[in-house]
């Protein structure tokens, strides 16, 4: 069985998914929007559609690997602060970030969404950069580095391919 202290680290690997997951089922859900801009021919999907899976997968890798790289005894265990920073920025700037998002691909006029948008944008980008400034900087090696720039640079490139989408 496993411990509450497991049970959370789990938790966070299934947060991973769960982006992905979810757009992938809303895509499905709302196939016959036009807004979406879906086709019958290949590549089915526009441009910017196919890049966020390429960016999200990169960032999911590195996300995993990092939960992985943690996992192991050898390797440092994240303290409670710098999970507290890690939720915040994935509960007060990610999944608000992702509903504003998909709102406002839904709409006639996404720039009324433009400002909530850019918002929690702010707020997001500040997040990840306590994160990474305060807790990763002096003590990752390489390695971890490496995964953290898969999945912070995986997203970014992701969302700015969906913002492109939505506002261009």
């Known amino acids: 069985m496993l411990s509450l202290k497991s049970y959370r680290s789990y938790i966070s690997l299934i947060l991973l998914f769960v982006p992905p997951v979810l757009f992938g089922l809303l895509l499905v ?75 406002a691909m839904m709409q006639s006029n996404p720039a009324t969404w433009l400002i909530p948008i850019l918002l929690v944008l702010i707020y997001t980008v500040v997040a990840i950069s306590y994160d990474e400034f305060v807790f990763h900087i002096k003590r990752c090696g390489p390695l971890e580095t490496a995964y953290h720039r898969m999945l912070v640079f995986g997203n970014g490139v992701a969302w700015l391919a969906w913002f492109h989408f939505i506002f261009c």
Do not use: C, S
């Open 29 to 103: 859900v709302f196939q016959g929007n036009d807004k979406l801009r879906l086709t019958r021919e290949l590549p089915y999907l526009p441009w910017q559609f196919l890049v966020m899976g390429v960016a999200g997968a990169i960032a999911t890798a590195g996300g995993v690997l990092d939960w992985r790289y943690h996992r192991n005894p050898l390797n440092l265990k994240i303290p409670k602060k710098e999970r507290d920073a890690e939720a915040a920025a994935l509960g007060l700037g990610g999944v608000p970030m992702f509903v504003l998002m998909w709102l």
